[in-house]
């Protein structure tokens, strides 16, 4: 990690971190990158599927643009969801069905003047995050198809900030900036993934061209949300193609046992998920 007087800066690189490393990582500092996930090929295409999305302002700038709900686009960009080396490590970091809850275009222009230090998981849910936002564990995943610079907005985040109880880190909160927040950068393809109550957001666009990003965001599927959200409906299903489709689960399904008693029959005496040792594997 680079420090200066102005920004800590987080440049390592990711591609030498182990398994346990990568889990260590999202779950101690609340945030991971996994780089190279796409190809130039793969961004170009993508790039010509988002170019056509209707995409509107958020209320805080023009140069904001965005489009939610693009998870029955088709072509490649629902494709995306069901990207293997993703997957792959989903799986491995939750033990457990993976659930799709949301997936969105995120265009920052020159002249963006940076999203605001905030957390996405909001317990008891919120008009900005819907209840999708009050399931116990989310991550989302941000794929940049244009380079991380630090001219270009960048990712930043507070490390840590998600395992804070002060009253500071109450999700509800948010912040111009902090003193210990992190920039991250990154080359076009690479993904950051985020524990939802990380507080985090990007730097202003101050360079010379737009920097898109598209951002799902998926649980295990023992961890639904506090009250029922809306369903997928079977007609956008049936669009889905055959490696997608498994993901799309009810996203109201919970795993929970309210009247569990204390020596319930059956219990195990291994959890390996859970081992302190996972982080060296």
């Known amino acids: 990690m680079t420090t200066s007087t102005a920004k800590r800066v987080d440049d390592r690189d990711w591609s030498l971190l182990t398994l346990g490393d990568q889990i260590r990582q999202i779950e101690v500092e609340g945030y991971l990158v996994l780089p190279d996930l796409l190809n130039t090929e793969e961004i170009a295409a993508l790039k010509a599927e988002t170019s056509r ?84 564990w989310l991550v989302r995943v941000l794929y940049y198809l244009d380079d991380l610079t630090p001219e270009v907005s960048p990712f930043r985040v507070v490390p840590r900030s998600h395992l804070c109880m002060h009253a500071e880190a109450n999700p509800y909160l948010r912040y111009e900036s902090h003193p210990e927040e992190v920039m991250v950068t990154a080359r076009a393809g690479s993904a950051v993934l985020i524990n939802h109550r990380v507080f985090h957001g990007n730097y202003p666009n101050n360079g010379e061209w737009a920097r898109e990003m598209l951002a799902i965001t998926y649980r295990p599927a023992w961890a639904g949300p506090v009250a029922t959200v809306d369903e997928w409906k079977d007609e956008d299903l049936a669009t889905l193609p055959d490696d997608v489709r498994p993901l799309f689960t009810s996203r109201n399904t919970r795993v929970w046992n309210f009247d569990g008693g204390n020596k319930p029959d059956g219990m195990q005496s291994q959890a390996p998920g859970m081992n302190p040792s996972r982080w060296n594997r």
Do not use: K, N
Not at 92 to 110: C, K, N, W
Not at 118 to 129: E, K, R, V
């Open 53 to 136: 999305l209707e995409t509107i302002p958020v209320d805080y700038s023009v140069h904001q643009r965005g489009c939610p709900g693009i998870q029955f686009h088709g072509g490649r960009i629902t494709r995306l969801i069901a990207h293997e080396p993703t997957i792959a490590f989903l799986g491995q970091l939750f033990g457990d069905e993976i659930v799709v809850m949301t997936f969105h275009y995120a265009r920052s222009e020159p002249g963006h003047p940076g999203i605001s230090l905030h957390a996405d998981g909001q317990p008891y849910g919120s008009a900005i995050f819907g209840d999708e936002g009050s399931a116990p």
